[in-house]
């Protein structure tokens, strides 16, 4: 009885699964199951080899995360951050140079006009000139040029300072002395220490509302006449000296 039970319960197991205890498939059903799970079964394995692969190439550190958008603005504000630091270089090194040309043609101005240039013979004095005149066309045809970026209100005030600057060296011919103590009163306005000279308040007032770099240069500009009229005072002096000893020598003869 127990054998043919046995049987009887086998023949139906294979009649509703197959597949029990591993056993050969069979039948069409069988075939089809077999197709069913070779085509679900393959992409299951490349999806699995994709994500191993991602896996694997993190850890190899190949794998590289998109950049935020805040990352990218950081990066790009450090850029401009480092190209403002080359544009500040810049304007001070032309600045810079923009000074040496004026330092350069005060210089051979001075030069020009010393008193050294009329103790000298005719033609040492020819061939110094000449030197000078070349030199000073060299000097003024390198252009250097720094804008400066002004309101409406630091112009006008500028317009102003340059004013009445020019109107003082328009009369320095006339009345040297008097000349020089105004350029010495401008000139004190424009110091942030207190200055010997007495100030003069208006034109302080007008250099405060200029803009920082136009500050600088007016100072500049100052100084330098300054320079030019206690070198032209000196000539002066020296040539009165001159024309006195002269004066005296023929007179004795």
């Not at 197709?35 to 992409?43: E, G, K, N, T, Y």
């Not at 190899?60 to 850029?79: E, H, I, P, V, Y």
């Not at 350069?104 to 000298?120: A, C, K, R, V």
């Amino acid at each position: 009885m127990f054998p043919r039970a046995f049987n009887s319960t086998h023949q139906r197991t294979d009649q509703t699964d197959p597949t029990v205890f591993g056993a050969p498939l069979a039948g069409q059903t069988t075939l089809k199951n077999i197709q069913i799970i070779l085509h679900i079964r393959p992409p299951n394995a490349m999806a699995q080899a994709k994500i191993q692969a991602k896996f694997n190439d993190a850890s190899s550190g190949k794998f590289n995360r998109t950049m935020s958008m805040a990352d990218r603005a950081g990066q790009l504000l450090s850029n401009l951050d480092q190209l403002e630091i080359r544009v500040e270089t810049l304007r001070e090194t032309a600045s810079a140079m923009e000074q040496e040309r004026e330092c350069i043609l005060e210089m051979i101005q001075t030069l020009q006009n010393s008193q050294e240039m009329h103790n000298i013979s005719a033609g040492e004095k020819e061939e110094l000139t000449l030197t000078a005149d070349r030199l000073m066309g060299r000097t003024l045809s390198v252009e250097i040029n720094v804008g400066t970026i002004r309101n409406s209100q630091q112009e006008e005030a500028l317009r102003k300072a340059t004013s009445i600057i020019d109107e003082i060296v328009k009369k320095l011919l006339d009345n040297m002395a008097e000349s020089r103590q105004r350029l010495l009163a401008l000139h004190s306005a424009c110091l942030t220490d207190v200055p010997p000279v007495p100030i003069d308040e208006k034109f302080q007032a007008i250099v405060i509302g200029c803009a920082l770099e136009d500050q600088k240069k007016i100072k500049r500009r100052l100084e330098m006449l300054l320079r030019n009229v206690g070198n032209a005072e000196k000539n002066i002096k020296i040539m009165d000296h001159q024309k006195l000893e002269e004066s005296q020598t023929n007179g004795s003869q």
